[in-house]
Every structure is written in structure tokens, then in C-alpha cells.
């Protein structure tokens, strides 16, 4: 959005791509030849959102790194579905070690690409919000302290889906889970724990961290060309809806994450070395209830008895983070 | 090849994995009908058009347009666009300008010489078209496209009808009018003017074999006002009628027009033109109830023209008027109140309405006249085989762009009458409604005003009121097009896809699903800015 200048007025930069955009302004999946990073066969849901996103990510990696990369992945879903064996989804050079060392691993393979003087290979490591906020994040954050020259994507559904949808330190508040179930005076997820990690990431100070969701895709591709063309350690933390977690339909993917932004409930925005650097702004405000109610998880928010105090406290929440990044245009 | 220990298999790409098989519905692309295309009388489909501007193609789009209407620029100027009423992008921001593309289009085709085709082989079939108005000369450019031999006559000097001597010059310059005309003439229509037909037995006997009646309709209603010698009255047809030949009457300085119609607003008009200082039409309902279109009626009264509601006139003297206030009654009938007022007038111009004469179809058999029109079956063939009717002299509502779809349908009854083979029109798709679209994705852009010339200058003579685009601003305003309920290969599809399950067949080829792995989650179709994809039931 605003990191594309293009003054394009039918379907102006919002949609994939547009016969009459120049070619140099398409999106790396407009592609007629795009690099296919994650191919079709995998066992991800229908409608997954980790899916889109990590070959939405790869892709626009691969386009940048002219298909000199290698990829490390964490265990979770996206390790899972793609690669039950013998087969495997990737069209990228692919690694896959333990749960929670995707960040030392790459750490690692940078280090031996360095040492081998293969300088113009690129890294990227990926995960779920698990391997992320939870498991890896002890790895996550040395590679961060170490700045290492690793990119490290987190697609982040809020939960644990692979292994039937528990609770993870992303899992919004309220939000129903098989270990946070919809019961009590507090139903779901409790307030006030959990982990922004993309936070934690720019207060480490890195090169560049920036958010993102499956809903944006130039906004996406634009962040991962800058991340790319940058060196250190990197941090990309993308929205990724989840239908079988999350309880949506699986048309919804999209919608809901546009929603989630569109909402001020998911906050998308830049950082680098500490400060945050530009925000995308919220474009037709929506209450964050009409983010809440394509979900089955929020679903005791709203029957058999309308918990107006808990959707309060999400809105409240969601407009801390407008307050917080400044999402809505000031009209003046 | 030797394994590592407790390996078996080779490694296999996940293609070998149909996922397809999960699928309860599947997506497939339709194309469905446009609202614009929907609404057009005369059976265009503007979405297809500004497809083609869109890239700056005029020349396609043109050829394109001229497919159901050869004329573009006079459509530009004197079309109501229904069109636009029925435009999706009205629910989200304004309706698309659709008129002032076609517009710029047909002047622009002007401009370049562009000529429209001419058919490559003759039937050696001969039609006789009776009147060279929009109607008639629509079904003779349609007939010769189909390689019928074609004379059209008239009784008028020029040719054009109500074009010429209905609409004012400030509505529709001559230039632009001639320069139409001349195009379908230069495919071998032949024009024959000041030519009256009166005996249509006679003209069938000359060896056409069909004829197309659109004579329009040229006589202003007569209705009764209670009237002095001295009053001064004309009818509004023959009005702009002798203004159009150069040869207008005195009104004076207080015209008064009796109507609501389009008509009496030109009326109204021209005479502000002519030098009134004061053009008042009286009407005896109310505005809503106005048979004249708003854009009309706007633009009279900032020129000044002032209208009295709920009147009537009830007798004419010379220099002044008695004018009967009116009520509406419960079912909106206007009824006398026995009030009464006198309006300075120099002149009373009647726009009552217009009727035809269809005296040249006396004789002929098998027809059915109902209130001053021929009746016509859904081929506008009158009761008598061979003979067609369209246009102002059946009954229909009375435009340009009604008249030129008569025409084009008629042409092709007539061709399949002369073939002697059935006529079948196709089936139109479902309609492409406002909700399938996925809006998101559609940028925000305000419509391109058309530039006005200010009302004050616009008064003092017949220079047009409307001016056009430049191609910059027609570009954009065909790219706000929405393409409603047909592929205009924005990606969205092949991108938002999980799967990879939809293949891009390339520019122009649109798009294919792959359902060896599409698993029918549906977001393509959730996602399709213009809601050309549908999920069905799989059936397996």
C-alpha cells in the first residue's frame, strides 16, 4: 500500500496483479513463472492460511534472491503438512531439524555459507507462532542478539494447530482453544498474557521487523524485497487465519485478515533498529466485532449470552494499537 | 540404489498427491451479464467497450461499440443512459461515465476517419426502409452488415429524423449528426431524400422483398386550449423543427411551454436561446411525476427556465394566459380547483406530445393500428408478412437509443425472415448483481466530471452545453469500470489460491482451475473482485 506508488485506479494496487500494470510493478505471484516455492499436493487444510503465506513469502524471497536460498523450518503444521514422507511440497532448498532451533539452525547454515564463501546465498528460516513466541524463542532471540544474517519469518495462527489447536503464547485473549476452553466467568484465553513478539523484536534493535498479513500481498512482497535486501538478523511476523482452529469457513481466509488489520486488532506496520518506521494505515474502519464473529473461537462472545464486557476489552485492545501506531488517517 | 538405514522410499514430490478428491464444491468461471448491458435498449455492452479503452484501445473498443450502435458519438450526447442508472459502481461511489467515454469514442473515431465495415458478399435481397431517423438508419447499417441491398427514404430534405429535427443544436451539433449518418451511407445504404412513400403496396411492388417502417412520429398532439384570434400558439414539434431549419418563428419575450416531456424542456430551451427573457413551462403535475429527465430539467432551470407545477392552461388570449391551478387526486390524476391566474405571454408553445402518421399503410392488409401506432409481434413484423415496424411508430418508449435497438433487433428479424430460417436470440447469462463482488479490491476514484460551459454563456446561443473528454480522463474513467460478473484478469484468483490450483493461461486466456489438487475451499471465489467465480456442488 503506501510502499507502492502505484497510481493504478480499477483495481489500483489492492488486488494480485492487472493486465495493464508494467510488468516491473506486477507482484511476484502474478507470475505466469513464479518460483512455486511450496507446490500443490501438500496436506494443509482447505483454505489455509500458512499455505498462502509461506508461498507468498517464499516466492517474493525467491524473486529477490534470484533462487540462491536456502530455507530452515521449524516443526509445526507448515513442517507437517508439507512433507509427510517420501513426498515433499518444496521447490526450495529445505531444512528441517527440531521444533525449537529453526533460529540456531540457520544461524548455523549462514555461518557455514560464510566460511565456504558462498556469500550470495541467502537464509531464510520459518516457523509457526509455536516454534516462535514459545518453543524457539530462546534461539530466536540470541540469533536477534547475535544478528546473525538470517531472515526469520513467523506465520503466526495463534495456536498450536497441528496438534489440535492448544493454546500458544500468540493465542488472543478470549479466544476458545482445546486448552483454553470457552467456560467459567472468563471464558477462552485469559487477558493480559501472551507475547507480541514483534515488539520484543524491535526492541532488540534489529535491522528491520516488520508485520504483516495474507490479506496484503503487495504490502507483503514489499516488506520481504526490503528485508531481503538488507543483511543481519531480520524479523517478518505474518497473520496467517487458521479455518480449522479458528473455526471460520475456509473462503474466509483472506477476509478475516483483512479484517483482523482493517479492525486495529492485528497492527501492520515497519521497524528499523528500534524504531517504527511506517504503518499501514487502516483503510475503511471496522468494529473488531465484525472480526470476532466469522470465528467459531469467539463464538461464546456472542450465544447463548452476548458478553458486550469481554468484546469491550478486544476493542479496547484494538484501539490501543491504533492509538499506539497512529492506523487511523488523521482527517484534518 | 542403496538406502539409508530405515529409509524405503525415494523421495516424491507431493504431486503425486491428488488432493482434489477432498472436494464438496468446486469453483468455476462464469460470465455473466453486466447490469449496463442489461439495461441498454439499444443492446450494447458498455463493459466490453471500456474493457478495450481501458488499455487505451480505442479503435477496438470502437469497433467494438458500433457492433449495436453505429452511433456512438450522438449516443454520447443525447442517450439518458440507463446504463449508468443501473451501474454497480453507483453503490459504491458513483456510477462509471459510461456515456462520457462512448462519447469520447465517437468523436474520437471521427476525428481518426475510422469507417464501419462493409460486408463482404450481397444476398442480393432489396429492404426498403421508410424514414432515415435513428430507428431506420440503425436497421439499414445493421441489414447491410448483413449484405442486404438497402434504400432508405424520407420525406425530409436531410436525413436524421427527430436527430435533426427534434433535438436542438445545443444538444446534438449537425456536424457531429452529418458525419454518423455519412459513415453508414459510405457501406452502400442507399439514401434517397425528399422521397415521400405513401402507398406501401405500391413501394413492395417495386420489387423489395421487406420493408421497415420508422417514420417516427412528427405531428405535434393537438389538444384544445380555449383560445383569442389573437393568441399566438405553435406546436413545440414544429418549433424545433423550423429552428433546426434555420427558420425560426417570432415568440417574443414571454414564451410560455404547455408540457412535461422532454420536448417541452427543449422547447423551453430553445426559446431562452431565441431571445426570450422569460421561458416558463407550464405543467399540471408535479416534478416527480415529470415524464422529462432530470439531467434535462436541471440544466433548463439553470438557464433560467421557470416552471409552474400543478397548472393548466385554460384559454389563450394575445399577450396573456389564464392559468387554472390543479390538485392531485388519490390516484396522482391532476382535477381542477376553480382557481385561477393570469400569466404574462407572448406566445404559447404546446408540448403535448407526438403522434405518427401511418397513412402510408392505408390499403395494406392484416395490419392492427391501436391508438395511432401498428402493432408488432417480438420480431417487429406488423400482421402483414414481410412488412416491419419499429421505432416511434410502435408503441415503446419514444428515445433515440429505443429507437436504435428497434432497429438492430428488426434487422436481424428481417434477415432471418428473408433466410426464411428461425430467429434466435440467445439467452442472456444471469445477471451479474452488486453483492457477488468482492469491492475491496477496488481502488476509490470519483467520477470524471464532464466540464460545463457556465449556464450564463450557455444561454446565448446554440453552442453545446455538454463538452466531452480528453483521453487521459476517458482512460480513467473506463478504468473505473468494475467489470461486473466477467474475468478481467486481475489475479486475484491465481494468487490467493493455497493450492496452486489455478493455472494463469497467459494475457488474454484468462484462467483455468486445476482440480486434480484444487480442495474447493473457496477462497478464489471470495476473493474475485468481480464475482465471476461460483462454487458448485461436486457431483461425484
Same mark, same amino acid.
Given at each position: 500500500?503506501?510502499?507502492?506508488?502505484?497510481?493504478?485506479?480499477?483495481?489500483?494496487?489492492?488486488a494480485?496483479?492487472?493486465?495493464?500494470?508494467?510488468?516491473?510493478?506486477?507482484?511476484?505471484?502474478?507470475?505466469?513463472?513464479?518460483?512455486?516455492?511450496?507446490?500443490?499436493?501438500?496436506?494443509?487444510?482447505?483454505?489455509?492460511?500458512?499455505?498462502?503465506?509461506?508461498?507468498?513469502?517464499?516466492?517474493?524471497?525467491?524473486?529477490?534472491?534470484?533462487?540462491?536460498?536456502?530455507?530452515?523450518?521449524?516443526?509445526?503444521?507448515?513442517?507437517?503438512?508439507?512433507t509427510?514422507?517420501?513426498?515433499?511440497?518444496?521447490?526450495?532448498?529445505?531444512?528441517?531439524?527440531?521444533?525449537?532451533?529453526?533460529?540456531?539452525?540457520?544461524?548455523?547454515?549462514?555461518?557455514?555459507?560464510?566460511?565456504?564463501?558462498?556469500?550470495?546465498?541467502?537464509?531464510?528460516?520459518?516457523?509457526?507462532?509455536?516454534?516462535?513466541?514459545?518453543?524457539?524463542?530462546?534461539?530466536?532471540?540470541?540469533?536477534?542478539?547475535?544478528?546473525?544474517?538470517?531472515l526469520?519469518?513467523?506465520?503466526?495462527?495463534?495456536?498450536?494447530?497441528?496438534?489440535?489447536?492448544?493454546?500458544?503464547?500468540?493465542?488472543?485473549?478470549?479466544?476458545? =482453544?482445546?486448552?483454553?476452553?470457552?467456560?467459567?466467568?472468563?471464558?477462552?484465553?485469559?487477558?493480559?498474557q501472551?507475547?507480541?513478539?514483534?515488539?520484543?523484536?524491535?526492541?532488540?534493535?534489529?535491522?528491520?521487523?516488520?508485520t504483516?498479513?495474507?490479506?496484503?500481498?503487495?504490502?507483503l512482497?514489499?516488506?520481504?524485497?526490503?528485508?531481503?535486501?538488507?543483511?543481519?538478523?531480520?524479523?517478518?511476523?505474518?497473520?496467517?487465519p487458521?479455518?480449522?482452529?479458528?473455526?471460520?469457513?475456509?473462503?474466509?481466509?483472506?477476509?478475516?485478515?483483512?479484517?483482523?488489520?482493517?479492525?486495529?486488532?492485528?497492527?501492520?506496520?515497519?521497524?528499523?533498529?528500534?524504531?517504527?518506521?511506517?504503518?499501514?494505515?487502516?483503510?475503511?474502519?471496522?468494529?473488531?466485532?465484525?472480526?470476532? =464473529?466469522?470465528?467459531?473461537?469467539?463464538?461464546?462472545?456472542?450465544?447463548?449470552?452476548?458478553?458486550?464486557?469481554?468484546?469491550?476489552?478486544?476493542q479496547?485492545?484494538?484501539?490501543?494499537?491504533?492509538?499506539?501506531?497512529?492506523?487511523?488517517?488523521e482527517?484534518? | 540404489?542403496? @538406502?539409508?538405514?530405515?529409509?524405503?522410499?525415494?523421495?516424491?514430490? *507431493?504431486?503425486?498427491?491428488?488432493?482434489?478428491?477432498?472436494?464438496?464444491?468446486?469453483?468455476?468461471?462464469?460470465d455473466?451479464?453486466?447490469p449496463?448491458?442489461?439495461?441498454?435498449p439499444?443492446?450494447?455492452?458498455?463493459? @466490453?467497450?471500456?474493457?478495450?479503452?481501458?488499455?487505451?484501445?480505442?479503435?477496438?473498443?470502437?469497433?467494438?461499440?458500433?457492433?449495436?450502435?453505429?452511433?456512438?458519438?450522438?449516443? $454520447?450526447r443525447?442517450?439518458?443512459?440507463?446504463?449508468?442508472?443501473?451501474?454497480?459502481?453507483?453503490f459504491?461511489?458513483?456510477?462509471v461515465?459510461?456515456n462520457?467515454?462512448?462519447?469520447?469514442l465517437?468523436?474520437?473515431?471521427?476525428?481518426?476517419?475510422?469507417?464501419?465495415?462493409?460486408?463482404?458478399?450481397t444476398?442480393?435481397?432489396?429492404?426498403?426502409?421508410?424514414?432515415?431517423g435513428?430507428?431506420?438508419?440503425s436497421?439499414?447499417?445493421?441489414?447491410?452488415?448483413?449484405g442486404?441491398?438497402?434504400?432508405?427514404?424520407?420525406? *425530409?430534405?436531410?436525413?436524421?429524423?427527430?436527430?435533426?429535427?427534434?433535438?436542438?443544436?445545443?444538444?446534438?451539433?449537425?456536424?457531429?449528426?452529418?458525419?454518423?449518418?455519412a459513415?453508414?451511407?459510405?457501406?452502400?445504404?442507399?439514401?434517397?431524400?425528399?422521397?415521400?412513400?405513401?402507398?406501401?403496396?405500391?413501394?413492395?411492388?417495386?420489387?423489395?422483398?421487406?420493408?421497415?417502417?420508422?417514420?417516427g412520429?412528427?405531428?405535434?398532439?393537438?389538444?384544445?386550449?380555449?383560445?383569442?384570434?389573437?393568441?399566438?400558439i405553435?406546436?413545440?414539434?414544429?418549433?424545433?423543427?423550423?429552428?433546426?431549419?434555420?427558420?425560426?418563428p417570432?415568440?417574443?419575450?414571454r414564451?410560455?411551454?404547455?408540457?412535461? $416531456?422532454?420536448?417541452?424542456?427543449?422547447?423551453a430551451?430553445?426559446?431562452?436561446r431565441?431571445?426570450?427573457?422569460?421561458?416558463?413551462?407550464?405543467?399540471?403535475?408535479?416534478?416527480?411525476?415529470m415524464?422529462a429527465?432530470?439531467?434535462?430539467?436541471?440544466?433548463?432551470?439553470e438557464? $433560467?427556465?421557470?416552471?409552474?407545477?400543478? *397548472?393548466?392552461?385554460?384559454?389563450?388570449?394575445?399577450?396573456?394566459?389564464?392559468?387554472?391551478?390543479?390538485?392531485?387526486?388519490?390516484?396522482?390524476?391532476?382535477?381542477?380547483?376553480?382557481?385561477?391566474?393570469?400569466?404574462?405571454?407572448?406566445s404559447?408553445?404546446?408540448?403535448l406530445?407526438?403522434?405518427?402518421?401511418?397513412?402510408?399503410?392505408?390499403?395494406?392488409?392484416?395490419l392492427?393500428?391501436t391508438?395511432?401506432?401498428?402493432?408488432?409481434?417480438?420480431?417487429?413484423?406488423?400482421?402483414?408478412?414481410?412488412?416491419?415496424?419499429?421505432?416511434?411508430?410502435?408503441?415503446?418508449?419514444?428515445?433515440?437509443?429505443?429507437?436504435?435497438?428497434?432497429?438492430? @433487433?428488426?434487422?436481424?428479424?428481417?434477415?432471418?425472415?428473408?433466410?426464411?430460417?428461425a430467429?434466435?436470440?440467445?439467452?442472456?447469462?444471469?445477471?451479474?448483481?452488486?453483492?457477488?463482488?468482492?469491492?475491496?479490491?477496488?481502488?476509490?476514484?470519483?467520477?470524471?466530471?464532464?466540464?460545463?460551459?457556465?449556464?450564463?454563456?450557455?444561454?446565448?446561443?446554440?453552442?453545446?452545453?455538454?463538452?466531452?473528454?480528453?483521453?487521459?480522463?476517458?482512460?480513467?474513467?473506463?478504468r473505473?469500470?468494475? *467489470?461486473?460478473?466477467?474475468?478481467?484478469?486481475?489475479d486475484?484468483?491465481? $494468487?490467493?489460491c493455497?493450492?496452486?490450483?489455478?493455472? @494463469?493461461?497467459?494475457?488474454?486466456?484468462?484462467?483455468?482451475?486445476?482440480?486434480?489438487?484444487?480442495?474447493?475451499?473457496?477462497?478464489?471465489?471470495?476473493?474475485?473482485?468481480?464475482?465471476?467465480?461460483?462454487?458448485?456442488?461436486e457431483?461425484?
Open positions: 500500500m503506501s510502499s507502492t506508488g502505484v497510481k493504478f485506479y480499477q483495481v489500483g494496487s489492492f494480485v496483479g492487472n493486465r495493464l500494470l508494467d510488468p516491473e510493478l506486477r507482484s511476484a505471484q502474478s507470475e505466469q513463472g513464479r518460483a512455486n516455492s511450496l507446490t500443490s499436493g501438500h496436506r494443509a487444510c482447505q483454505g489455509c492460511g500458512e499455505a498462502l503465506g509461506a508461498r507468498y513469502v517464499l516466492d517474493a524471497a525467491m524473486r529477490a534472491a534470484q533462487g540462491r536460498m536456502v530455507t530452515v523450518n521449524a516443526t509445526g503444521c507448515l513442517e507437517v503438512f508439507s509427510p514422507y517420501p513426498e515433499t511440497s518444496w521447490r526450495v532448498a529445505w531444512l528441517h531439524s527440531l521444533f525449537g532451533n529453526a533460529p540456531a539452525v540457520a544461524t548455523g547454515v549462514a555461518a557455514g555459507l560464510r566460511a565456504t564463501g558462498k556469500d550470495d546465498v541467502r537464509v531464510v528460516a520459518q516457523g509457526g507462532d509455536g516454534a516462535t513466541v514459545d518453543i524457539g524463542f530462546a534461539c530466536l532471540s540470541g540469533m536477534f542478539e547475535r544478528n546473525d544474517d538470517v526469520y519469518i513467523c506465520y503466526d495462527n495463534g495456536g498450536y494447530m497441528n496438534t489440535g489447536v492448544q493454546r500458544s503464547g500468540a493465542t488472543p485473549p478470549a479466544a476458545r =482453544t482445546t486448552t483454553t476452553q470457552a467456560v467459567g466467568d472468563e471464558p477462552g484465553n485469559v487477558f493480559g501472551g507475547k507480541d513478539v514483534p515488539r520484543i523484536a524491535v526492541a532488540h534493535e534489529i535491522p528491520y521487523v516488520a504483516a498479513t495474507v490479506a496484503d500481498l503487495r504490502d512482497e514489499a516488506k520481504v524485497d526490503k528485508a531481503m535486501g538488507m543483511h543481519g538478523a531480520r524479523y517478518l511476523h505474518v497473520l496467517v487458521c479455518p480449522l482452529g479458528w473455526g471460520s469457513a475456509s473462503k474466509d481466509t483472506v477476509k478475516i485478515a483483512r479484517l483482523a488489520t482493517e479492525s486495529g486488532h492485528f497492527p501492520v506496520f515497519e521497524a528499523e533498529r528500534g524504531e517504527v518506521t511506517s504503518v499501514r494505515k487502516i483503510r475503511h474502519q471496522v468494529p473488531v466485532e465484525e472480526y470476532l =464473529t466469522l470465528q467459531g473461537r469467539y463464538k461464546h462472545l456472542f450465544s447463548p449470552v452476548r458478553r458486550d464486557d469481554v468484546i469491550d476489552r478486544l479496547a485492545m484494538a484501539d490501543r494499537n491504533i492509538a499506539r501506531y497512529g492506523l487511523v488517517e482527517v484534518l | 540404489m542403496e @538406502k539409508p538405514f530405515a529409509i524405503t522410499l525415494d523421495v516424491g514430490s *507431493s504431486l503425486a498427491n491428488h488432493t482434489g478428491a477432498w472436494r464438496v464444491e468446486r469453483p468455476v468461471y462464469v455473466l451479464t453486466p449496463c448491458a442489461h439495461a441498454c439499444a443492446m450494447e455492452d458498455p463493459q @466490453k467497450w471500456l474493457y478495450a479503452a481501458e488499455d487505451g484501445s480505442y479503435e477496438q473498443a470502437w469497433r467494438t461499440l458500433v457492433e449495436a450502435n453505429p452511433f456512438p458519438a450522438i449516443m $454520447g443525447v442517450c439518458y443512459h440507463p446504463c449508468e442508472t443501473a451501474c454497480n459502481r453507483s459504491l461511489d458513483e456510477a461515465g459510461i462520457a467515454v462512448e462519447r469520447f465517437g468523436d474520437h473515431a471521427i476525428e481518426q476517419g475510422w469507417a464501419l465495415p462493409v460486408p463482404a458478399t444476398t442480393g435481397r432489396r429492404v426498403l426502409v421508410v424514414g432515415a435513428p430507428t431506420g438508419l436497421a439499414a447499417y445493421q441489414l447491410r452488415r448483413l442486404h441491398e438497402v434504400t432508405v427514404r424520407d420525406t *425530409s430534405p436531410l436525413p436524421g429524423g427527430m436527430m435533426r429535427y427534434g433535438i436542438p443544436a445545443y444538444r446534438l451539433p449537425r456536424d457531429v449528426l452529418d458525419a454518423e449518418i459513415r453508414i451511407v459510405a457501406t452502400g445504404v442507399r439514401l434517397e431524400l425528399s422521397t415521400r412513400v405513401d402507398d406501401m403496396t405500391a413501394a413492395l411492388a417495386e420489387g423489395f422483398d421487406a420493408v421497415f417502417v420508422a417514420v412520429a412528427q405531428i405535434g398532439k393537438r389538444a384544445y386550449v380555449p383560445a383569442a384570434e389573437a393568441a399566438r405553435v406546436d413545440a414539434v414544429s418549433l424545433l423543427h423550423d429552428v433546426a431549419q434555420g427558420d425560426p417570432l415568440l417574443g419575450r414564451v410560455v411551454v404547455y408540457g412535461g $416531456g422532454n420536448t417541452a424542456v427543449d422547447a430551451r430553445t426559446a431562452k431565441l431571445g426570450a427573457s422569460e421561458s416558463v413551462i407550464v405543467y399540471r403535475r408535479t416534478r416527480d411525476r415524464p429527465h432530470d439531467s434535462e430539467m436541471a440544466e433548463a432551470i438557464e $433560467g427556465v421557470v416552471v409552474k407545477w400543478l *397548472s393548466t392552461v385554460a384559454h389563450a388570449d394575445a399577450g396573456h394566459l389564464r392559468v387554472e391551478r390543479m390538485e392531485l387526486d388519490e390516484t396522482g390524476f391532476p382535477q381542477p380547483t376553480g382557481e385561477f391566474e393570469d400569466l404574462e405571454a407572448d404559447l408553445v404546446l408540448a406530445g407526438q403522434e405518427t402518421d401511418l397513412s402510408l399503410l392505408d390499403g395494406v392488409s392484416d392492427t393500428l391508438n395511432g401506432s401498428v402493432e408488432v409481434d417480438s420480431s417487429f413484423m406488423t400482421g402483414h408478412p414481410g412488412i416491419f415496424a419499429g421505432g416511434d411508430a410502435v408503441p415503446a418508449q419514444r428515445t433515440v437509443t429505443v429507437g436504435v435497438g428497434h432497429g438492430a @433487433k428488426a434487422a436481424r428479424a428481417i434477415d432471418a425472415w428473408l433466410r426464411a430460417t430467429l434466435v436470440e440467445p439467452d442472456e447469462a444471469p445477471l451479474a448483481e452488486y453483492a457477488a463482488l468482492n469491492t475491496w479490491y477496488y481502488a476509490d476514484a470519483p467520477h470524471a466530471v464532464r466540464p460545463r460551459l457556465e449556464a450564463a454563456r450557455r444561454t446565448t446561443g446554440f453552442e453545446e452545453v455538454v463538452q466531452g473528454l480528453d483521453a487521459e480522463t476517458a482512460a480513467y474513467e473506463a473505473r469500470c468494475m *467489470s461486473c460478473g466477467n474475468c478481467f484478469e486481475c486475484n484468483c491465481y $494468487g490467493v493455497p493450492d496452486n490450483a489455478v493455472i @494463469k493461461l497467459g494475457t488474454g486466456k484468462r484462467f483455468e482451475i486445476d482440480y486434480d489438487y484444487c480442495k474447493g475451499c473457496g477462497i478464489c471465489a471470495a476473493e474475485c473482485p468481480s464475482g465471476s467465480i461460483l462454487m458448485v456442488p457431483t461425484r
